[in-house]
């Protein structure tokens, strides 16, 4: 499948890819770095105090940002970092902080949260809704891989250590739960590590194997359909992009490599025509 490297910095720990429908630009974080990046016809970044880790959009100028200590407002057509906080997390920012997040189709917002050290059973996701912050999962270690079925009747997390994606039935009406969550896909006996997702116009969700240098793509009833290796050992997040909504953008981490970083680690990674996306909905504020 045709791919490039996207040329930018190499990152840390690139995360939260999201393509902005009406902008029509690419934005990503590297989390320990504290960066924010925008790619469109030349590339921008924001270097902030705190680290960001998921992204949503509001309208062309405002975007929200889940920083380590909660939820932010920030005017993506500004060169200034100045953040406005909308709400923050119940925790201490010196052991907790964001981790992988979505806006969902009811205008809310699924963000995660773990322990710094990774304490098993510490990852938490919380729902930002009509101004709210709800837990809505606990339990969890490494929360990941938050995404929405294009039909509004499913919602997508998964737990990386466990080497599990869960599923969870939604009222089609305010996105609660209709339902406990039930596994989706269950990869620990070939001991695969889950990453970041993304649903596509065709209900089916696209992720990557944090390690294995693979995105995978499974349908709706949690059958493999494709498995596409990558030159990047550590991808971590994919988002549907571009024009038509048909590129797949990969980020992915340089973390802990050392000697065995390749040119393709900590980079943005551009596969095209790989499927067709759906636009990511807007958080209501």
């Given at each position: ?17 999201i393509w902005h429908p009406t902008q029509q630009r ?260």
């Amino acid at each position: 499948m045709p791919s490039e490297i996207m040329s930018h910095p190499r990152c840390t720990l690139g995360e939260g890819p999201i393509w902005h429908p009406t902008q029509q630009r690419f934005y990503w974080v590297d989390i320990p770095e504290k960066r924010l990046y925008c790619q469109s016809s030349e590339l921008k970044f924001w270097q902030f105090e705190q680290m960001p880790s998921a992204i949503a959009w509001v309208d062309e100028q405002w975007i929200v940002i889940a920083m380590e200590s909660g939820l932010y407002r920030f005017d993506s057509l500004s060169d200034s970092t100045d953040l406005s906080l909308l709400v923050a997390f119940d925790h201490d920012s010196q052991q907790y902080r964001s981790n992988d997040g979505r806006a969902d189709p009811w205008g809310g917002f699924w963000i995660s949260t773990l322990s710094l050290d990774e304490i098993q059973g510490e990852g938490k996701i919380y729902r930002f809704y009509q101004g709210k912050l709800q837990l809505i999962v606990d339990g969890l270690t490494i929360p990941n891989g938050i995404c929405f079925s294009a039909d509004k009747q499913w919602g997508y997390y998964a737990d990386s250590p466990s080497s599990k994606i869960y599923r969870v039935k939604l009222n089609p009406d305010d996105g609660s739960f209709l339902e406990s969550a039930q596994v989706f896909v269950d990869r620990s006996e070939e001991q695969l590590i889950p990453d970041g997702a993304i649903i596509d116009a065709n209900n089916q969700l696209w992720t990557t194997h944090w390690g294995s240098s693979e995105i995978v793509c499974y349908s709706s009833d949690g059958q493999l359909i494709k498995t596409i290796k990558t030159d990047a050992i550590q991808p971590t997040c994919p988002a549907f992009g571009g024009n038509n909504l048909q590129d797949l953008f990969v980020t992915s981490a340089s973390i802990g490599l050392n000697e065995r970083c390749t040119q393709a680690d900590g980079q943005v990674l551009k596969l095209f025509d790989c499927g067709q996306g759906k636009p990511e909905p807007a958080l209501q504020l």
